[in-house]
């Protein structure tokens, strides 16, 4: 695919050690690099701490890696395997003894302060399976393209999360009528180093805040959140996009306005508000943020690129989410969507977590085939074929994914 | 004693070479199907630099200085624009991310950009690409 052609490149091609120069020498030989050798000096998904060699790196400063579908494969995504997504520079100097949550704001009655041990006793602690998906994830597929992580379909996960209830502790704080968002920030530091910039504060409206699922937490599947992931706390907002669920949480305001935190406003995080033409110029106060993230889904076995010998049946299996909908029909198609088949489709084992779909496939013929994956939401809506409308910063790519298999 | 005519044994001698022929021509055809790996590109391949993977021609020595200092390489390498499109992200940059004024050298650095990192046509939607095929295991 075009955009990645760059980035593929040079990883096959440059491997001349590094000298101590600050530009670099020209690769003399590049052409004669045996492929797969990699650069000296590039990360490898192993060097992300926390992360399991596998993951697709799409940059090392900042970091961001996603999860090729077939390790989505697992029903409850490992914290290892789950994508990683950094607007700026973790925190370094993390002391989990004096971390502190303050919930503050225009629109808060009585400002808090809390310990992490005090968040883990004075609330009750809720476990939810939530889906956490980049706004982001499949821009690499727009044309004209947006600027940004160009991620494919990995930048998705559904772990468990275990925490506290952000209602119970707004509840106890106290809400006044006139709150309308909650805002948060977070401890991560910014790229240029300055000390006064934020990377990121975004969040959601009141109504998405007091739902049930919508949690602080501490730990995936059981354990310490990842450092990549968001060490020691964070919010967690399943089907929204997942730059409403701070990292490194410090600090809840409740706001009596629409938050205005860095990312919040602008063209971040935000499509044109009526559908405009690819490669249209989109004025600011045109755009519109985004809330519910669409319906998608994923085959996650088998890996793309399979041969299948000397037989035409094939199971295949994934998963399927729609933000703060259920998928209510997952179907298949192996004739680049002339026909579709249904596949078994399992209810979530809780709300905004992803369901598992599986069917069998019947090649008719030996030969090249793809196979596309549809799931149609609680609301009808289904995903879309070629990719959905364009927008300038490239969110919301929905479109069926799509793996390739060779009958031989 | 009886002598048996030689031509039934002509047909199946024939017979057996075509079945032979045929099964040759027909693994031929199986293994045709299979596709090679990815060939390298037909082009020859730009150099580039070893450090930050910036192809090395032009100004990209005044890029790596301006645009490696807060984020990697990497960041511009994934993304594709034109002029105006990478002159709007240097700008978004000096307005909200820290970026300094960069005088002389924007144009130079916008002009190696959308000539190195030009938006390639790709229709509606791309082609899936598959690196290595893999056999699916029963």
Sequence with gaps: MGHKSGRRHFLKRGAAALT???????????????????????PTAGDIPGKRAGLTIL??????????????????????LLFVRNNGIPPSQIDIDSWTLTIDGESVSTPKTYSLAELKQRFKVYDYQLVLECGGNGRSEFNPPAKGNQWSTGAVGCPRWTGVRLKDVLAEAGIKEDAVYIGYYGRDTHLSGQPDKIPISRGVPMHKALEDESLIAWAINGEDLPLMNGYPLRLVFGGWPASTSGKWLSRISVRNQVHDGPKMGGMSYRVPCKPVAPGSKVAEEDMCIIES?????????????????????LSIRGKAWAGDLAVRKMEISIDFGASWQEARLSPPPNRLAWQAWETQVSFPEKGYYEIWARATDTAGGAQPMVLPGWNPK??????CHRIAVQVV | MPKSPPWPWFLVGLLVFSLLLGSF????????????????????????????????????????ANCTGCHSSQLVLQNRATANGWRDMIHWMQETQGLWELGDNEDKIVQYLATHYAPEATGRRTNLVVEDWYEIRP
Excluded: C
């Design chain 2, 25 to 64: 021509f027909l693994h031929q055809a199986e293994a045709d199907s299979v596709p090679q790996a990815l060939e390298a590109e037909a082009t020859e391949a730009p150099p580039l630099d070893s450090l930050t993977g910036f192809i090395a021609t032009g100004d990209y020595q005044i890029v790596v």
């Design chain 1, 20 to 42: 101590g120069s600050m530009v670099g020498l020209q690769v003399v030989f590049a052409d004669r690099i045996p492929a797969g050798l990699s650069l000296l000096g590039l």
């Design chain 1, 293 to 313: 993230m669409p319906v998608k889904s994923l085959i996650t076995y088998p890996k793309t690129g399979g041969l299948l010998r000397d037989r035409r049946n």
């Design chain 1, 59 to 80: 940059n090392d400063r900042p970091v961001n890696a996603e999860t090729p579908p077939h390790l989505l494969d697992d029903m409850v995504t490992p914290a290892d």
């Design chain 1, 394 to 399: 490239g969110y919301l790519n929905n479109a």
